[in-house]
């Protein structure tokens, strides 16, 4: 497919010497492969077995135009660049149309080069499928040439080394193999490996490992957040047929993605929603955003999209947009803020920022009560220690293995560790800081077993709320299955450290909730369904108790109880004044922590729950089989959506009705200390003002809240406070696993390579 000057001289196992710059064009005389004779074209391109560039999608149009670039950075230029074409199917599986390689040996260095890919099945090879065009230039990586200088005599002894690695001890300072993979949001991805002779001088091997541990923690640390405002939408397109549509926005910075909510019939929305994406290039980078109009049962109409550079945008200041979408009508409003971001490091437990009393002291001036008021978002900093892991599963080919890492998330904020080879009690020892914006976001760490010739594999994950962490004690928690209802294989050492002002957590709780990236759509599941829909009507079952309870005073089952019931209702309500209303729901409260003080809690733990969700995990297991079989071809898309809104709703009236519940039984003391102040204020101001003041001041502050603040982001603060109370399943999945005896520090397992 590709015609071109040779260059034989590029070397065949040069780790990531060189630097593939693609830009993908355009497409020539795509194969149709939707019922209207046209197709939704984009294009992979997959090195190795990995995919490392997805396009965006042109929707309707066989002779797309994408003026797309990216950079690859090339581990073995002798392996040929993948490149697949699919037409997009929303919510079933994506039709192929095509598929091409480029044979990297055929470019020559240092210069731009136009190709033209003819598409080919390999199934029906004599089909017409049409053309990709490319602009492609090859050159060494300048960043990677120091490193690789260090490595080259040691480089030419690789394959040596990696066969007697096997018999090797594992000890660092002796020899190493690793692999990092650091996926960037500018679409440029990192693969850099390395073996180190078992002879190499000790030093020289510090010295390298330092560096490319330098490289691999810059190529995850973002340099600034972008704060995207969606105000609203201006004479959209009419999709539908009474002439309106129902409009939804999708965002998307190189892998971060989010979705905001359907604004049902209208061609002028109002959406008011705040999304914040990480940006990890100095010049910027480009948010691609379109518009459709949702279609219940069918395939969602695409309206127009437009592109937001930021390059073009100055930082520290907010700037009000008027984006006309192309391919469609109308425009977008929007609000976009770059800030500079230094909260998130990565370093060595050598370098440990609470250890050292200054800075220590100047983290705890920052969250001090006196600074309640400067920087709101500015919650609080967290410090993890991901020190090491034991007795993890072995997920090699070989069944004696694993090559494990392991990734620490705080809601979008990601980082990973490198990885440990042929280990099964790998040690990290890596320190990670995060700045928090929310008190009750919960840290995940997850475990992965990493496989360069497909998708790393699940070990094993654990989920621990912030205001669960007890500040540097290390622990060792038991590593749960995906579902996080139950234990899988190991357990992983952590060591936290929290600190944040309670002032600026506690107004934090009455404002929105992070929305988090778009990983995948929900899909349908037939035990997510029937728990959610038990747990509705375990919250239906506890309402209607409560009727026959009150039903049964009124018949007179039990005269005494009876009676007792007639006395207090005359009481209540001759003397009844609203302020006895927040009254009645702190008494509540007083009561049930007078309850747990005093050792006569009746919680109990929820078997139910959690027998459902050991149920659902089985299930998604066999789902995640047949899908890698099957597809979702089989699905019929319509029953299938209507199922998932439906098993949606279930979950969130079950939700609701358990955070009630959970916020009077104390579950997360922090929010019932909160909800016993605002109670109390409450009580207090309706004590002593009158109703007709207090209304009044409600409706002049909703009557002008937009003309103070046009573009002011709507909230319910009851429902925002809510959100932050777990539900049923959200306490059994950050429910902490008692930890197997012989797991203790004092009987470790030495490291077996293998």
């Known amino acids: 497919n590709l015609v071109g000057t040779s260059n034989a001289d590029i070397p065949s196992g040069d780790p990531g010497m060189y630097q593939l710059d693609v830009t993908l064009r355009r497409g020539q005389n795509l194969a149709a492969r939707d019922r209207g004779g046209t197709s939704d074209p984009y294009v992979k391109f997959k090195l190795g077995g990995k995919e490392v560039f997805r396009s965006k999608t042109i929707y309707k149009n066989l002779n797309p135009v994408w003026e797309e670039k990216t950079c690859i950075l090339i581990d073995n230029p002798r392996e040929p660049l993948y490149i697949k074409v699919f037409d997009y199917d929303f919510g079933l599986q994506d039709d192929f149309i095509g598929s091409a390689f480029l044979d990297l040996t055929s470019l020559e260095l240092n210069r731009q080069t136009d190709v033209t890919l003819s598409l080919k099945d390999p199934h029906y090879p004599d089909h017409d499928l049409g053309s990709i065009l490319l602009s492609v230039l090859l050159a060494p990586r300048e960043e990677q040439r120091e490193v690789t200088m260090l490595m080259r005599k040691s480089w030419k002894r690789s394959s040596k080394v990696t066969q007697e690695y096997d018999d090797l001890p594992n000890m660092p300072s002796r020899t190493g193999n690793l692999w990092h993979r650091i996926y960037s949001p500018s679409n440029c991805v990192l693969m850099t490996s390395f073996c180190v002779s078992s002879n190499q001088n000790p030093e020289t091997f510090q010295t390298q490992s330092l560096r490319l541990s330098d490289l691999h923690r810059k190529s995850q640390l973002w340099r600034g957040i972008v ?74 109409d695409f309206i127009g999209r437009c592109q937001v550079d930021l390059s073009t945008l ?83 080919v070989t069944g004696k293995d694993s090559d494990p890492f392991c990734v620490v998330e705080l809601n979008n904020d990601r980082l990973l560790t490198h990885t440990v080879y042929k280990n099964l009690n790998p040690e990290w020892n890596k320190i990670f800081t995060f700045n928090i914006k929310d008190i009750h976001s919960v840290l995940e760490v997850t475990v992965y077993d990493e496989d360069r010739d497909r998708s790393a594999d699940f070990l094993g994950k654990v989920a621990i709320p912030l205001l669960s962490i007890q500040n540097g004690e290390q622990k060792a928690y038991v590593l749960k299955n995906k579902q996080l209802t139950g234990p899988t294989k190991g357990v992983i050492y952590l060591e936290i450290d929290v600190i944040f002002n309670a002032v600026k957590a506690s107004i934090r709780t009455l404002m929105p909730k992070e929305v988090k990236y778009i990983e995948e759509e929900n899909r349908l599941s037939k035990q997510l369904l029937l728990r959610n829909f038990i747990r509705m009507k375990r919250c239906i079952m506890v309402l209607i108790n409560a009727a026959y309870y009150i039903n049964s005073c009124f018949d007179w089952d039990s005269p005494p109880r009876s009676l007792a ?52 995990e089985e299930e998604d297991d066999r789902d995640d089989k047949d899908s890698e079989k099957k597809g979702f071809m089989n699905r019929l898309y319509a029953i299938q959506e209507v199922c998932v809104s439906v098993q949606n709703i279930l979950d969130e009236v079950a939700s609701f009705g358990e955070r009630i519940k959970n916020t009077f039984n104390w579950t997360v003391p922090f929010l019932s200390w909160l909800a016993i102040v ?63 005896p012989s797991h203790s520090p004092s009987k470790r397992k030495k490291n077996n390579p293998g």
């Not at 914040?276 to 459709?292: K, P």
């Open 565 to 616: 019931a007639f006395l207090l209702f005359l009481f209540v309500v001759w003397n009844f004044e609203l302020y006895m209303i927040p009254l009645a729901l702190l008494l509540l409260l007083a009561w049930n922590y007078f309850l747990i003080v005093s050792g006569k809690d009746n919680r109990q733990h929820d078997t139910v729950v959690e027998d459902m969700l050991e149920d659902e």
């Open 227 to 300: 704060s995207v405002t969606l105000i609203e939408g201006r004479e959209l397109k009419a999709m539908d047929a009474n002439g309106l549509s129902d409009p939804y926005v999708k965002f998307r910075l190189g892998h971060q993605k989010y979705k905001s909510k359907i604004v049902p019939k209208t061609l002028n929305p109002q959406w008011r929603e705040q999304f914040d994406f990480h940006l990890y290039e100095e010049r910027g980078g480009i948010i691609d955003i379109t518009v459709w109009d949702k279609d219940a049962g069918k395939k969602d």
């Open 678 to 740: 605002a109670l109390s204020v409450f009580t207090i101001i309706l004590y002593f003002v009158p109703l007709r003041y207090i209304v009044l001041v409600w409706g002049i502050n909703k009557f002008t809240k937009k003309l103070r603040s046009p573009y002011a982001i709507d909230n319910n603060e009851l429902l925002d406070f809510l959100s932050r109370v777990p539900s049923d399943v959200q306490v059994v999945q950050y429910h902490e696993l008692k930890q197997d």
């Open 314 to 396: 100055s930082k520290e200041q907010t700037h009000k947009l008027e984006m006309p979408l192309e391919e469609g009508e109308g425009c977008l409003v929007l609000l976009v803020t770059l800030t500079a971001s230094a909260a998130v490091t990565i370093s060595d437990l050598s370098v440990n920022s609470l250890e050292d009393q200054k800075e220590r002291e100047e983290i705890l001036k920052r969250y001090s009560p006196t600074m309640m008021f400067h920087n709101m978002k500015d919650v609080g900093f967290l410090q993890v220690k991901v020190i090491r892991a034991e007795a993890l599963m072995a997920a090699d």
